[in-house]
């Protein structure tokens, strides 16, 4: 996404107020740009983790796996943490057991429970890739002050408990046609 694409979304977005004065421009525009953000950063690490045969949310699963050692974790519990449906989640399993970047088995107390282990060779992955990953991500917010991180965070986890609390406006079940 480029300032090009931003600036022409904010154009739409005044031609739109223009025509309706209510309209919430700037709100409507952060959450534009950040939607955009979210597409385009997930675009960008499809294309760099395709040499790796991952896709984005195959290499956040498996960095999730990764980030709980030696311990084993629930593939249910993955999906949650990823905000992932069961159904895709199984997938997304499927195809790292097929790597052989994670095990698949039987929890011992439960063995109706499936758990997943990171393998040695999804060890070694995340060992080479995270470091390459933590550089960009740094990259990404040289412009920022350690306090305008912090602030951009805190401004984000706001926004979201805001989402989470605010209900989806009611639409009367009448139609104008």
């Known amino acids: 996404m480029s300032l090009e ?8 977005l005044l031609r739109a107020a223009r025509r309706l004065p209510e309209m919430a421009v700037e709100e409507s525009l952060i959450l ?12 960008r690490m499809d294309q760099w983790l395709r040499t790796d045969g991952l896709s984005e949310i195959e290499f956040r699963a498996l960095a999730t796996v990764f980030a709980h050692g030696t311990d084993q974790v629930c593939p249910s519990d993955l999906g949650t943490q990823l905000a992932q449906s069961p159904a895709n989640m199984t997938r997304i399993t499927d195809v790292l057991v097929q790597r052989g970047l994670v095990t698949r088995h039987n929890n011992e107390q439960d063995r109706r429970r499936v758990m997943l282990a990171i393998t040695a060779e999804g060890e070694q992955l995340m060992r080479d890739i995270l470091p390459l990953m ?18 951009l965070l805190f401004d984000l986890k706001r926004l979201s408990g805001a989402l989470d609390a605010t209900p989806l406006p009611h639409r009367g079940t009448d139609v104008k046609s």
Not at 7 to 12: G, K
Not at 32 to 43: I, S, W, Y
Not at 141 to 147: A, H, T
């Open 5 to 12: 694409q931003i600036a022409h979304v904010e154009e739409a």
């Open 32 to 43: 534009r740009v950040l939607t955009l953000l979210g597409r385009d950063l997930t675009a």
């Open 134 to 151: 933590g550089a960009f991500v740094r990259s990404l917010f040289l412009p920022f002050s350690p306090g305008e991180r912090k602030r």
